[in-house]
């Protein structure tokens, strides 16, 4: 029947930036990335004084820093242009005007929200004679939520809208 113009899909690494294939590439990032997690947890394990002992903290952190560290190494090992779908100019694109236009509407509601929460709050203090005995990180952890949730309703007003 043929392949009409159909593809094979493919694992999305893309190539190094120094040669070779595929299992060099994920050589180099698994390796430089196991390396920076076994430094990061040496400092970290030897600045604090962990309950369960060093060993425990030390392979806990090293596993939890590995991955992390191996996608970090990714971005400086591979070639960009080797990546599919790449857009020429990602900032032009119709998903990152809908991106901004969501953020503009965040940023003017946060305004207005930590506004007019400074008022409330003074006079509150004012007229009770004494500050109020929320937990200053929970409110804070409440805006986050509120602004996370804003940005993702508004982006999809926008995308909606628009297409």
């Given at each position: 029947m043929g392949n009409r113009g159909i593809e094979p899909r493919t694992?999305?690494?893309?190539?190094s930036r120094f040669g070779g294939g595929k299992a060099l590439m994920i050589t180099l990032v698994l390796g430089s990335g196991?390396?920076?997690?076994?430094?990061?947890?040496?400092?970290?394990s030897l600045l604090v004084?962990?309950?369960?002992g060093f060993w425990p903290a030390w392979i806990n952190l090293a596993f939890t820093f590995w991955l992390v560290a191996s996608a970090i190494a990714w971005f400086?090992?591979?070639?960009?242009?080797?990546l599919p779908k790449l857009a020429k100019n990602p900032e032009q694109t119709?998903?990152?005007n809908w991106h901004t236009?969501?953020?503009a509407g965040v940023y003017r509601d946060l305004i207005t929200i930590l506004g007019l929460g400074c008022v409330t709050v003074s006079l509150v203090s004012l007229i009770a004679g004494q500050m109020p005995a929320w937990p200053v990180?929970?409110?804070?952890?409440?805006?986050?939520?509120a602004a996370l949730l804003d940005y993702m309703i508004r982006y999809q007003?926008?995308?909606r809208a628009e297409s």
């Open positions: 694992l999305a690494l893309g190539r196991l390396l920076a997690a076994v430094v990061l947890s040496t400092l970290i004084d962990f309950d369960e400086f090992f591979v070639d960009r242009s080797s119709v998903e990152q236009r969501a953020q990180p929970l409110v804070f952890a409440g805006l986050i939520l007003l926008v995308k």
